[in-house]
């Protein structure tokens, strides 16, 4: 019989209202039965059972990635058994930031149990993962420990197919599959107008036709297609006319260093975000021959400038006096006003907004985001956060270390970006402009206008508003006031041959 132990006979919680009156030791028990009626006959029977008493046995399960061997935390881990074919038992815990977690496992006294244990399909850091396959636990009769057990993990995978419609591509084009949110990325070619992507990760992705799609006349909105509910997806993506316009450029402070953050508006309401590793940007949507484009960056004056279609603007921006600057070696580090943040001897800590720096020299910066810790001694690095959205730290130059508060490390170098996020690890990808735009598919300026108070700047920026370029202003001007000073010129060459005239003796 499994039951309580001897030394705490309360089995209510088991067997409700029927309690014990007497027990029995452990093992085997020899049991006679003599029944005898008042008559003195009697009848007797005897059995043999075994008593058999729980108890808990610690285990430690190691849950391991099957393709990389690296320990994985947050999954969790789920053991099953039936003691006697009779009675369910059921242990669950969630692995520590070694892949460890420790169970205590139900174990029997008299004879060995066995669990059975896996990792249900869970969704971490945006990918499924799940147990490649079971692992059978045996414990010994009266088991209080039992050595380490290792259970090996997947990312479950998925298939996208789909095909072009709307048009015929008369040239190879490929498309795009984004895994989100970390940005990973796969890419296939689009072969007669169809397409088709293998063994993706389970995940969330969104998938685009190439950006070079423009130079066909066409475009296409991009798709999200979910594989943590199905395995498979089939998708279609239609392509519609394109006729307009794009500008190019680059947006920099007045010491000629790029911004990393900043949108590029037009006057019809199109925005580009600014690639963060380089400051440059490319906006289109436009219909007309110009338009006025405005550039908004944290921490800085905005400027209108007038654009004329397929051409390149560049802005150079004045700081604003608000925007706090933090020392940085032979470098600094921006901190707009926009920006919410804490400082505490030199260590910055991002509630909300962007910080950027750079620095030549070996000088430790620390920088907490989302409860990731970010070490940097020196290069050019980006970051940017919203408690809604997530952030992102985007590496220039140089290289920092990731660490997580349940003490998961990793590292990051030159041209790498990584998500930053309390519900999942931090896992650098190569940063790429057209993944960029696929994971910011809303590029809408959140800055408000601030311009500059002096009043050349103040003029330039309220005839651009206006679609006026200063130059052509300048222009304008120098149109009128050469014939006017022709006029005058010859008005007083007149006056004067007149003057003089009427002086001059006749004869």
């Known amino acids: 019989m499994a039951g309580a132990k001897a030394a705490d006979p309360d089995c209510s919680l088991c067997h409700e209202d029927f309690e014990s009156q007497i027990f029995f030791p452990i093992g085997e028990v020899h049991f006679v039965i003599t029944a005898a009626l008042s008559d003195g006959q009697k009848a007797t029977d005897e059995r043999w059972v075994t008593v058999d008493t729980s108890g808990n046995a610690l285990v430690e399960i190691q849950v391991v990635d099957e393709e990389s061997g690296d320990p994985i935390a947050d999954l969790p881990i789920h053991a099953t058994t039936i003691l006697y074919e009779w009675r369910n038992r059921y242990s669950s815990q969630i692995s520590g930031a070694d892949g460890i977690a420790s169970l205590s496992l139900e174990s029997l006294s008299q004879f060995p149990t066995s669990y059975k244990i896996t990792i249900p399909p869970a969704m971490l850091g945006g990918y499924l ?12 009769a009266g088991a209080a420990r039992h050595d380490r057990v290792t259970i090996y993990v997947k990312k479950m995978s998925g298939q996208i197919s789909g095909k072009i419609i709307g048009a015929e591509l008369s040239e190879a084009l490929d498309i795009w599959a984004v895994h989100l949110p970390d940005g990973a990325y796969q890419k296939a070619a689009i072969e007669n107008n169809a397409f088709n992507f293998d063994r993706l990760p389970g ?28 395995a498979e997806a089939s998708i279609s993506i239609k392509l519609d006319k394109s006729t307009t316009s794009a500008i190019s450029g680059i ?43 405005i550039a908004d960056v944290p921490g800085y004056y905005s400027q209108a400038k007038v654009a004329s279609a397929s051409s390149s603007q560049n802005f150079a921006l004045v700081l604003r006096p608000d925007t706090h600057i933090q020392p940085w070696g032979n470098g600094r580090v921006i901190l707009p006003s926009e920006t919410d943040f804490e400082e505490d001897n030199g260590n910055i800590t991002l509630k909300k907004g ?8 070996e000088e430790s910066l620390n920088v907490s985001v989302a409860g990731i810790q970010i070490t940097l ?10 408690p809604l959205q997530g952030g992102w730290i985007y590496l220039s130059e140089g290289e920092a270390t990731l660490r997580t508060e349940e003490g998961y490390e990793v590292a990051l170098g030159s041209g790498q970006m990584a998500a930053l996020s309390e519900s999942f690890q931090p896992i650098p990808v190569p940063y790429n402009e057209t993944v960029f735009a696929a994971l910011h598919p809303d590029p809408i300026s959140p800055l408000q206008n601030t311009w500059e108070l002096s009043l050349g700047s103040r ?10 370029n200063i130059a052509q202003v300048i222009t304008f001007v120098t149109y009128i006031l050469v014939p006017i000073a022709i006029v005058a010129l010859l008005i007083g060459v007149i006056y004067s041959s007149w003057k003089y005239g009427f002086k001059k003796p006749h004869n």
């Open 251 to 293: 947006i920099q402070d007045e010491d000629g260093n790029f911004l990393p953050f900043g949108w590029v508006t037009s006057n019809s309401e199109t925005s580009a975000q600014l690639n963060p590793l380089s400051g440059t940007y490319t906006l289109s949507g436009w219909d007309s021959s110009k338009t006025t484009v």
């Open 377 to 386: 001694n020196s290069g050019t690095f980006a970051v940017e956060f919203s």
């Open 129 to 140: 993962y799940e147990s490649v396959q079971p692992v059978f636990l045996e414990l010994p």
């Open 203 to 230: 995940g969330e992705y969104r998938v685009f036709v190439d950006p070079a799609l423009d130079r066909f006349g066409y475009k296409a909105e991009a798709i999200q297609v979910d594989l943590t509910k199905e």
């Open 354 to 361: 962007w910080i950027w720096g750079n620095n030549e020299v």
């Open 459 to 468: 003029i330039r920026d309220w005839f651009a508003r206006l679609g006026i």
